[in-house]
T-cell receptor, first 111, second 115 residues
Framework: GESVGLHLPTLSVQEGDNSIINCAYSNSASDYFIWYKQESGKGPQFIIDIRSNMDKRQGQRVTVLLNKTVKHLSLQIAATQPGDSAVYFC??????????FGAGTTVTVRA | NAGVTQTPKFQVLKTGQSMTLQCAQD?????MSWYRQDPGMGLRLIHYSVGAGITDQGEVPNGYNVSRSTTEDFPLRLLSAAPSQTSVYFCASSSSLTPTYNEQFFGPGTRLTVL
């Protein structure tokens, strides 16, 4: 069964505000947790990953937080822009090559 | 580089027909994989390959075959199409230069409808 899931299927954000996208996971043995972005009509695109022994990792305008105590992962997007409108997937990976994806959160940015 | 390319973009099949979805990458990536994406769901892994001549099953392999005769190409074959295989299919590749293989590069997808 699916071990990675998202709290909310949709998120509406005002342009310029910060976005927080949440994800719950159940497989404590996963080595990595990864965020992907999928724009309409396109394939997913890698955003950022975090190793299971880390709590926080920052990228360009994005921060991923990992709380292993409650098995929770979040993606924070600073100063959300219209180009951030997309479906965001969290995924987990064990000690093999396979990714297991959650169902996705659709983010809509309001002008 | 063209990245990951997939053909066709759209395909309609009748139940029982067979066909091959093509996937090619020009990045010399060792790892390639096929996913299907159904409405409201994430991507589910069908088959994957860690190099030419090596393939393995993913989460939902039934009804699909793959082969990897070259590094560049990774075709997906539907043996006898069923309506349950109506989906969007994505091919992806990644490189050992990113040792975790977490950054997978996806193609634009093939939208398949089985009537």
């Amino acid at each position: 069964g699916e071990s990675v899931g998202l709290h909310l299927p949709t998120l509406s954000v005002q342009e310029g505000d910060n976005s927080i996208i949440n994800c719950a996971y159940s497989n404590s043995a996963s080595d990595y947790f990864i965020w992907y972005k999928q724009e309409s009509g396109k394939g997913p695109q890698f955003i950022i990953d975090i190793r299971s022994n880390m709590d926080k990792r920052q990228g360009q305008r994005v921060t991923v937080l990992l709380n292993k105590t409650v098995k929770h992962l979040s993606l924070q997007i600073a100063a959300t822009q219209p180009g951030d409108s997309a479906v965001y997937f969290c995924a987990e990976k064990g000690d093999d090559y396979k990714l297991s994806f959650g169902a996705g959160t659709t983010v809509t940015v309001r002008a | 580089n063209a990245g990951v390319t997939q053909t066709p973009k759209f395909q309609v099949l009748k139940t029982g027909q067979s066909m091959t979805l093509q996937c090619a990458q020009d990045m010399n990536h060792e790892y390639m994989s096929w996913y299907r994406q159904d409405p409201g769901m994430g991507l589910r892994l069908i088959h994957y390959s860690v190099g030419a001549g090596i393939t393995d099953q993913g989460e939902v392999p039934n009804g699909y075959n793959v082969s990897r005769s070259t590094t560049e190409d990774f075709p997906l074959r539907l043996l006898s199409a069923a309506p349950s295989q109506t989906s969007v299919y994505f091919c992806a590749s990644s490189s050992s230069l990113t040792p975790t293989y977490n950054e997978q590069f996806f193609g634009p997808g093939t939208r398949l409808t089985v009537l």
